[in-house]
C-alpha cells in the first residue's frame, strides 16, 4: 500500500532543535506538551521543545514549527515520507523529521511554512490551520 494523499496539521507554536552532551541527564525544561521529543545516542541528546522553554546557553536551531501526519499509520505502509519530503525539497523546504509509534512529525522553519503549505498542496495533501 502506498500513501498518495495525506492530511497534515500545524501545531501550535514554535520550536527549537536543542543538542546536548550524550551523558546530559533529562531535563524538566523541556516540558510535556504540545510537542516534544527527546532522543539519545552514544554521541548526543536531542531535544525538540517549545522554543520559549530553551534556556539560554543551550545549543539550539530556534524557530521551527511543527506538521502533524494525521495518523495512526501503518508500519508496513511505504512511501510516507518520500510523498512528503519530495515536494518539500523541489520547493527548496528544508525539514527535520521525529517519527513516533501512530505518527510522523515534519519541522519546517517559521520562514517556510507557508511555502511547506503550499508545495504540500500541490502535491496533493491537505494542511489544516
Same mark, same amino acid.
Request: hydrophobic share 45%.
Given at each position: 500500500?502506498?500513501?498518495r !494523499? /495525506?492530511?497534515?496539521?500545524?501545531?501550535e507554536g514554535?520550536?527549537?532543535?536543542c @543538542?546536548?552532551?550524550p551523558?546530559? *541527564?533529562?531535563l524538566?525544561w523541556a516540558g510535556?506538551?504540545?510537542?516534544v521529543?527527546i &532522543? @539519545? &545516542?552514544?554521541a548526543?541528546l $536531542?531535544v525538540?521543545?517549545?522554543?520559549a $522553554?530553551?534556556?539560554?546557553?543551550?545549543?539550539?536551531?530556534?524557530?521551527? @514549527?511543527? /506538521?502533524r501526519?494525521?495518523?495512526? #499509520?501503518g508500519f508496513?505502509v &511505504?512511501? =510516507?515520507l518520500?510523498?512528503l519530503?519530495?515536494? #518539500? !525539497?523541489? $520547493?527548496?523546504v528544508s =525539514?527535520?523529521v521525529?517519527? &513516533?509509534?501512530?505518527?510522523?512529525? /515534519?519541522?519546517?522553519?517559521d @520562514?517556510?511554512l507557508?511555502r !511547506?503549505k503550499d508545495?504540500?498542496a500541490?502535491?496533493?495533501?491537505?494542511v *489544516?490551520?
Amino acid at each position: 500500500m502506498q500513501w498518495r !494523499a /495525506l492530511k497534515l496539521e500545524v501545531v501550535e507554536g514554535s520550536y527549537a532543535v536543542c @543538542r546536548l552532551g550524550p551523558e546530559e *541527564a533529562l531535563l524538566p525544561w523541556a516540558g510535556l506538551k504540545p510537542f516534544v521529543s527527546i &532522543t @539519545r &545516542t552514544d554521541a548526543e541528546l $536531542s531535544v525538540v521543545c517549545p522554543e520559549a $522553554s530553551v534556556p539560554s546557553g543551550v545549543r539550539a536551531e530556534r524557530g521551527w @514549527r511543527c /506538521l502533524r501526519v494525521a495518523g495512526p #499509520l501503518g508500519f508496513g505502509v &511505504t512511501g =510516507i515520507l518520500a510523498s512528503l519530503a519530495g515536494p #518539500l !525539497a523541489s $520547493s527548496g523546504v528544508s =525539514i527535520f523529521v521525529v517519527s &513516533t509509534y501512530d505518527t510522523d512529525y /515534519l519541522m519546517v522553519q517559521d @520562514r517556510d511554512l507557508e511555502r !511547506a503549505k503550499d508545495a504540500l498542496a500541490r502535491a496533493g495533501h491537505s494542511v *489544516a490551520r
